[in-house]
C-alpha cells in the first residue's frame, strides 16, 4: 500500500540549521504537505509544495522535492529552541482532496 | 487566523458507552475529515465528507462509527459502542480544494 517514510529522530545545535527527509509512494499525489505537532498539541499545516514545483520558500522554511525520486524535505534555516517538536510529511493520495498519508514523524530536539 | 475547534480535549468512557466527538470546521470549508493517532503511532485517516456524505472511508471506520453535520457549522464523529483499542487522539480536519488542510487540536479519548 501507499507509504510515508520519515528518520525518527534529529537532534541539532541551536542557529544550525535542519534538514528533515521524507520518501513517499504514492506518484498521484499532487499536494505534498509538513505539519509540526507541539507535545499535547494538534497539528500545525507549516507549508505544503504542489507536485509539479520543485522548490518552495516560506520565511525560515525551505521545501524541496524530487518528484522522480519521490523525496520531499524541510530545511528550517537558524533553529530555535522554540521548534523543537514533531514533523509529519504527509502526501494527499490519490491527489486532488483525497485522503493524506502521514509519515511517522521526526522528533526533532533543538540544543542551546 | 481561522481555526478548526474541536470538543471536548478529553473524554474518558467506559468500553461500551456512546462517544460522540465535536467539532467546528472553518466556515467556508467544503471537505471535513476525521483521523486518529494512537499513542506512538501514525496519525491515520480515518473518513472524509463532503457535500453532506461520506466521500471516503479507510478499514478502520467500520459499523461502530458514523459521522454527521447536523447543522451548517458542527461536525461529529460518533462512536457507537467503545472499545479499548479506539484510546486515541482524535483529530478533525477541514479544507478547501487545493488547500493545505487545517486540523483540530485533537479530542483525546480514552477507554477504560
Known amino acids: 500500500g501507499e507509504d510515508v517514510e520519515q528518520s525518527l529522530f534529529l537532534s541539532v545545535r541551536e542557529g544550525d540549521s535542519s534538514v528533515i527527509n521524507c520518501t513517499y509512494t504514492d506518484s498521484s499525489s499532487t499536494y505534498l504537505y509538513w505539519y509540526k505537532q507541539e507535545p499535547g498539541a494538534g497539528l500545525q499545516l507549516l507549508t505544503y509544495i504542489f507536485s509539479n514545483m520543485d522548490m518552495k520558500q516560506d520565511q525560515r522554511l525551505t521545501v524541496l522535492l524530487n518528484k522522480k525520486d519521490k523525496h520531499l524535505s524541510l530545511r528550517i534555516a537558524d533553529t530555535q529552541t522554540g521548534d523543537s517538536a514533531i514533523y509529519f510529511c504527509a502526501e494527499n493520495y490519490g491527489g486532488s482532496q483525497g485522503n493524506l498519508i502521514f509519515g511517522k514523524g521526526t522528533k526533532l530536539s533543538v540544543k542551546p | 487566523e481561522p481555526e478548526v475547534t474541536q470538543t471536548p480535549s478529553h473524554q474518558v468512557t467506559q468500553m461500551g458507552q456512546e462517544v460522540i466527538l465535536r467539532c467546528v470546521p472553518i466556515?467556508?470549508?467544503?471537505?471535513f475529515y476525521w483521523y486518529r493517532q494512537i499513542l506512538g503511532q501514525k496519525v491515520e485517516f480515518l473518513v472524509s465528507f463532503y457535500n453532506n456524505e461520506i466521500s471516503e472511508k479507510s478499514e478502520i471506520f467500520d459499523d461502530q462509527f458514523s459521522v454527521e453535520r447536523p447543522d451548517g457549522s458542527n461536525f461529529t464523529l460518533k462512536i457507537r459502542s467503545t472499545k479499548l483499542e479506539d484510546s486515541a487522539m482524535y483529530f478533525c480536519a477541514s479544507g478547501s480544494r487545493g488547500r493545505g488542510y487545517t486540523f483540530g487540536s485533537g479530542t483525546r479519548l480514552t477507554v477504560v
Open positions: 466556515s467556508n470549508h467544503l471537505y
